[in-house]
């Protein structure tokens, strides 16, 4: 159990839907980044927070949003979505802004119908 | 791109043999990590190396790191069943170090 927590572990909508991934890092971390992963494929950097603060940014389309709370906890917010939007999407956290391990979370299945 | 890419896609051995993924880069580093993911599971991390390192190791685990061809190789030794996962590198930008930047992965298949 790596201690970042994320939910829901599945999630079924339908296109131009929205919905919320949230996810609660280690505790004692401030960094929490989110990562998409398609099919088969790598993960992709979505955007990374630390201590409430966005701090990078990756592939991240405009529908796309996050947001880190002060209680470190944080939430990706997928709008208006598209089949290809169907995805893996994992969280991890680490203690510090850079140079660090990464711990992940067990990830949030999306599947758009 | 900074995206590292692993190499093979796939492999396939017998269980007792030595396993060997390789990664390349594009730009420098201040890092790279390797990971490892089971089917459908959130990734674990198994090794860092620093960009002034050249080799590290971590019980059955051997990275090597070459700056000059920015590339790095993970070497799995007297495999297992149980080392059957999807394995990437992780790399960060030398200026840029918030970023982490993973392969596609190589699929590892360790066969009793």
């Known amino acids: 159990d790596s201690g970042v927590t994320q939910t829901p572990k599945h999630l079924i909508t339908a296109t131009g839907q929205r919905v919320t991934l949230r996810c609660s890092p280690r505790?004692?971390?401030?960094?929490v980044y989110w990562y998409q992963q398609s099919l088969d494929q790598g993960l992709q950097f979505l955007i990374q927070?630390?201590?409430?603060?966005?701090?990078a940014k990756g592939n991240i389309l405009e529908r796309f949003s996050a947001q880190q709370f002060p209680d470190l906890h944080s939430e990706l917010n997928l709008s208006s979505l598209e089949l290809g939007d169907s995805a893996l999407y994992f969280c991890?956290?680490?203690?510090?802004?850079?140079?660090?391990?990464?711990?992940f979370g067990s990830g949030t299945q999306l599947s758009v119908l | 791109s900074q995206q590292g890419e692993e190499d093979p896609q796939a492999l396939s051995i017998q269980e007792g043999e030595n396993a060997t993924m390789n990664c390349s880069y594009k730009?420098?580093?201040?890092?790279l990590q390797w990971y490892r993911q089971n089917s459908g599971r959130g990734l674990v991390h198994l090794i860092l190396?620093?960009?002034?390192?050249r080799e590290k190791h971590s019980g059955r685990l051997r990275v090597t790191l070459d700056t000059s061809k920015k590339s790095s190789s993970l070497l799995i030794t007297a495999s297992r069943a149980a080392d059957t996962a999807s394995y990437f590198c992780?790399?960060?930008?030398?200026?840029?170090?918030?970023?982490?930047?993973f392969g596609s992965g190589t699929k590892l298949n360790v066969k009793p």
């Open positions: 991890a956290s680490s203690s510090r802004d850079q140079n660090e391990k990464l711990f």
């Open positions: 505790s004692g971390d401030l960094s």
């Open positions: 927070y630390y201590n409430g603060e966005e701090r």
């Open positions: 730009t420098s580093i201040n890092n």
């Open positions: 190396i620093r960009s002034n390192e």
């Open positions: 992780a790399t960060d930008a030398i200026y840029n170090f918030n970023k982490f930047y």
